[in-house]
């Protein structure tokens, strides 16, 4: 619970502090879990190459989601 916590604070803080642009989704409390065990707890890389990975994902998802919805746009009769 208390993990869960720390990670909707720092979401929030990130929301408030950094505002994406229109080709990256928000950062979700999934993704800074992610980035921050990668970081601090399994460091195969360094924390750039997986700051860049999670910009290219959440670029890849962005894009993913607006073909998705020009999709079923177009199915609507």
Known sequence: ML???FLAVVR???H???PTSD???PLTCN???RLFIIVAVQPE???AHRLSWSD???RHQTRSRASRYRRQAASRP
Do not use: Y
Request: aromatic content about 4%; overall charge negative.
């Open 31 to 33: 993704e800074i879990q």
């Open 12 to 14: 929030t803080d990130e």
């Open 56 to 58: 290219w994902r959440r």
């Open 45 to 47: 890389h360094g924390p």
């Open 23 to 25: 080709e990256l989704i």
């Open 3 to 5: 993990a869960h916590a």
């Open 16 to 18: 408030a502090h950094r």
